[in-house]
């Protein structure tokens, strides 16, 4: 860091300073961490024993399973332990911490969905050609460099905030450290570099954006090319989930990230458990429960179904 500045620890934005609501917020986002973390678990391990469900689909949801188990232990743990004790403080390392898992899990996010929407183009629109584009081999690979190219995005911010000089304070009014909240602390040098890292950043998630809007044009063009009613029922069915939770994450992180940082409020604390607590909550359930053969998988493992 700077010689300009001596900063140790940031204060983040607290739920309240009511010590019941404190203690409220502790166990909501209790009982949300624990059941994502038992969804999501049990969905991996489902997956993992039953042969049947050993796909390129299924292979990509045991991914965005492990995301979402990544994603939602950087922020929650931490806010709960700062209502918990009543505090707002969080360490230098352990803000840097958040502020490289946080891009890396986002656009790897993104990235599996992107890769998500060409595994459902292959299987509806190249059908035939199914299981020699996607082979085990290629999954393995895609998965990988969805990995690796988070591990590169998370770098970029991760580098620009080691390089960051803070001349305004410590206070990140976010419950977690949210890199547009920490550029309003940065002095005026450094901020166009991590700008500039958003606008990129901004400008991928548009090309995935616009490589999901162009796959799904020519899925639906061939669904609706199926004489069945069943068949484009099955079709449309197995593409809503995507969608599903695409334009979840789409329209809460967009809404997050694109709006002027000066326009901080409550309404962000509220966007912000949306985007960042709410699609970890739902991707299970909207992936699996309309599921067959997860349920079958989950009875075979539990018998709760």
């Not at 998370?154 to 580098?159: D, E, I, K, Y």
């Not at 997050?256 to 966007?271: C, F, G, I």
Request: with cysteine; hydrophobic share 50%; net charge positive.
């Amino acid at each position: 860091m700077s010689n300009q500045t001596n900063v140790t620890e940031f204060l983040l934005w607290g739920f309240s300073e009511v010590r019941e609501l404190q203690i409220l917020h502790v166990v909501v986002f209790l009982v949300i961490y624990l059941a994502a973390l038992m969804w999501n678990l049990l969905i991996i391990t489902a997956v993992a024993l039953d042969r049947h469900l050993h796909t390129p689909m299924y292979f990509f949801l045991i991914n965005l399973s492990i995301l979402d188990i990544g994603f939602i232990s950087v922020t929650i743990p931490k806010s709960m332990a700062n209502s918990f004790m009543n505090t707002r403080s969080i360490s230098y390392t352990g803000c840097v911490t958040q502020v490289f898992f946080l891009p890396f899990l986002v656009g790897v996010n993104f990235f599996l969905l992107t890769v998500m929407a060409y595994n459902l183009y292959v299987a509806i629109c190249q059908s035939l050609h199914y299981e020699r584009v996607m082979n085990r081999g290629a999954c393995v690979q895609m998965a990988a460099r969805v990995w690796a190219r988070g591990v590169l995005y998370a770098a970029l911010h991760t580098g620009n905030m080691l390089a960051i000089s803070f001349c305004r304070g410590n206070k990140v009014d976010q419950f977690f450290c949210d890199i547009p909240q920490i550029l309003k602390l940065t002095c005026s040098d450094s901020y166009p570099t991590e700008t500039g890292v958003i606008l990129l950043s901004t400008g991928l998630a548009l090309c995935c954006f616009v490589f999901i809007i162009v796959s799904y044009v020519q899925i639906i063009t061939t669904v609706l090319r199926i004489p069945s009613e069943q068949g484009r029922h099955k079709a449309f069915s197995t593409c809503l989930p995507h969608l599903t939770v695409l334009s979840l994450l789409a329209c809460t992180g967009f809404f997050a990230y694109l709006k002027p940082l000066s326009s901080t409020s409550r309404l962000d604390l509220v966007v912000a458990v949306f985007y960042s607590v709410l699609p970890l909550m739902m991707n299970p359930i909207i992936y699996n429960m309309r599921n067959k053969e997860i349920k079958a998988s989950l009875w075979k493992v539990t018998g709760w179904w």
